[in-house]
């Protein structure tokens, strides 16, 4: 794998536009709502890499008092990873290595806890790691792991718009172009979440993005 990787450039996109909210906490969810509101804010809408910075950077600090309020708690751990993970897209190069270690620990941390939490983002977010990171000797990332953990995401939560387009842009990136394709444009049916329409709309444009790169490289064979 090569240095330039995906997440160095964007990241996780992480990962994750994220799913709908269900658990037996309010409150916490109320908390984990306003995570995902600021992280698409910053993500899709806040322009300048610099204004983008200051705003992951700032999220972050809020995730991470959400995750000490609420420890053995899965879903706060897979959101202060996914804004990890967007915040070392943002910064690129070798200093993100540290910030997605960082990830792939609480992400690693909320797998033991409920590997289902939210709709299986768990898998989803470690898969669309290692298929990013660069392999040894520089980081972790294996294709191997990323292909496992986005197939079990896509068993969790098959229609979701999340998973379909992790796994579509891992196939793409493999060159499976036509089965890239299909997912990709599995990820575009998905059903609009309530309350992510910010979130819905940046992803949609991504799966785009995709999209027209696949395009074209089907054209030239």
Do not use: C
């Not at 520089?138 to 292909?147: E, L, N, R, V």
């Not at 890239?180 to 575009?188: E, G, K, Q, S």
Request: glycine fraction near 10%; aromatic fraction near 8%.
């Amino acid at each position: 794998m090569r240095v330039e990787k995906k997440f160095f450039l964007a990241a996780l996109s992480l990962l994750l536009a994220g799913p709908a909210l269900a658990s037996a906490d309010p409150v916490m969810d109320a908390k984990i709502a306003d995570l995902q509101a600021g992280w698409a804010h910053v993500k899709y809408e806040v322009k300048g890499e610099d204004a983008q910075m200051a705003g992951m950077e700032g999220l972050v600090t809020e995730a991470k008092a959400v995750t000490a309020a609420y420890p053995g708690k899965a879903e706060p751990l897979i959101w202060e990873a996914i804004i990890l993970s967007s915040e070392a897209g943002i910064k690129g190069g070798m200093g993100a290595l540290s910030l997605v270690k960082e990830a792939k620990a609480k992400l690693e941390t909320a797998e033991k806890i409920d590997p289902t939490a939210l709709d299986g983002s768990v898998n989803t977010s470690l898969g669309s790691l290692y298929y990013q990171v660069p392999g040894f000797p520089i980081g972790f990332g294996s294709d191997k792991k990323a292909k496992a953990y986005l197939e079990k995401a896509l068993a969790q939560n098959p229609d979701g718009i999340d998973p379909n387009y992790f796994y579509g842009d891992f196939l793409f990136q493999q060159g499976e172009y036509a089965k890239a394709r299909d997912v990709l444009n599995h990820a575009l049916a998905a059903a609009p979440r309530p309350g992510r329409e910010v979130a819905d709309a940046g992803r949609r444009a991504e799966i785009n993005s995709v999209m027209a790169q696949l395009e074209t490289k089907m054209a030239r064979r």
